[in-house]
């Protein structure tokens, strides 16, 4: 199984940018999927998620700018990312669970500039 991401990139403090992420090869239901974040020197941290049957989970920090769409029977996620700031500098990682596995795509970097 294959995480493709896609779609960071050096934005403006205040302004918005949207990720894309598709799953290939053998995928039995994937679920949750989602979108986690890793900022330098920190650790790695849930950014926001969607479980089969629509249940979504956001960060504390970036609920009400981020939105999570997207479709588990489709195999894909996207985050739409508003009102950025500086803070949500990291790269971002595009996470699938599958049969008690963790899925990782490349991660995509976003920088925020003040």
């Known amino acids: 199984v294959q995480l493709q991401a896609s779609g960071g990139g050096l934005v403006q403090a205040g302004g918005s940018l949207r990720l894309s992420c598709a799953a290939s090869?053998?995928?039995?239901?994937?679920?949750?999927m989602g979108w986690y974040r890793q900022a330098p020197g920190k650790e790695r941290e849930l950014v926001a998620r969607?479980?089969?049957?629509?249940?979504?989970d956001y960060a504390p920090s970036v609920k009400g700018r981020f939105t999570i769409s997207g479709g588990i029977p489709k195999n894909t996620v996207f985050l739409q990312m508003n009102n950025l700031t500086p803070e949500d500098t990291a790269v971002y990682y595009c996470?699938?669970?599958?049969?008690?596995?963790?899925?990782w795509g490349q991660g995509t970097l976003v920088t925020v500039s003040s």
């Open positions: 996470n699938g669970l599958m049969r008690g596995y963790n899925y």
């Open positions: 090869g053998s995928i039995f239901r994937i679920n949750p």
């Open positions: 969607f479980f089969l049957g629509g249940t979504t």
